[in-house]
């Protein structure tokens, strides 16, 4: 299956060949067992919002010249903090900084959303993030949505790509084009179903290795601090 992964082909660059040979590598952090989405191993996970970050985790970390060492050691790190919540959600904002705040200060860097696009905006912002994701700059995109107050229609969405990335006008008919291609619904999909079968409903909910935690700055550090001393026994 290579890198064209479940939804749609990833653009030709010159460390591809280094990328796959990371992805080969790493196994999803979502919980099911298989190798990252486009992984050339069997079986390969289908694409939850869990392993798309990790596929940009990659891209984007060797594009920033980390050593591809470094990069295999960040993706085993046995902590993986999870937000569900769409995008537009009031509560978000607050939540995703103090999440990676936390994991940060703790040396950890899997903080991953997990959205359930509930609406048509909520939906057409995961299709933004993948898009920018094909491009190498799902981070700056994912964060700029997060924080991002609407509207969710499709053009206010291409001027918010416009102040993230500084595109020009053809790059902004490029994405406009990813917009209407890219297929986000496998990746919904497997979100929806991790979110029903944890019992998450429509309000905001974060998990530690895929267990409940409050929302809080010292809920959030006895939960990581709990899975590290319970992964070590």
């Not at 992805?23 to 992984?39: D, E, I, Q």
């Not at 900084?97 to 359930?116: C, D, K, S």
């Not at 190498?136 to 969710?152: D, E, T, V």
Request: hydrophobic residues 45%.
């Amino acid at each position: 299956m290579g890198l064209t992964g479940f939804r749609t082909a990833e653009p030709a660059r010159p460390e591809a060949a280094e990328v796959e040979r990371l992805v080969a590598g790493a196994f999803c952090a979502c919980g099911c067992g298989n190798h990252l989405p486009g992984s050339p191993h069997a079986p390969a996970c289908f694409g939850c919002s869990v392993g798309v970050a990790d596929l940009a985790f990659i891209r984007e970390s060797l594009a920033a010249g980390r050593a591809p060492r470094e990069i295999l050691l960040a993706l085993a790190d046995p902590i993986l903090v999870e937000v569900f919540a769409d995008y537009g959600d009031e509560q978000l904002a607050a939540t995703w900084e103090r999440a990676q705040r936390v994991a940060g200060e703790l040396h950890h860097h899997r903080v991953v959303l997990r959205t359930q696009a509930r609406s048509v905006g909520a939906r057409r912002a995961v299709a933004l993030a993948e898009c920018a994701r094909l491009g190498g700059a799902f981070a700056s995109m994912q964060r700029a949505l997060i924080h991002y107050g609407g509207p969710w229609d499709e053009d206010s969405l291409l001027r918010l790509a416009e102040r993230v990335e500084a595109r020009t006008a053809s790059t902004l008919d490029s994405m406009r084009s990813c917009l209407g291609a890219v297929n986000v619904e496998p990746q919904i999909d497997k979100d929806r179903n991790h979110a029903s079968a944890r019992g998450v409903g429509d309000e905001l909910a974060v998990f530690v290795n895929r267990e409940p935690v409050e929302d809080t700055d010292a809920a959030l550090r006895r939960a990581i601090e709990s899975a590290l001393l319970a992964g070590s026994v």
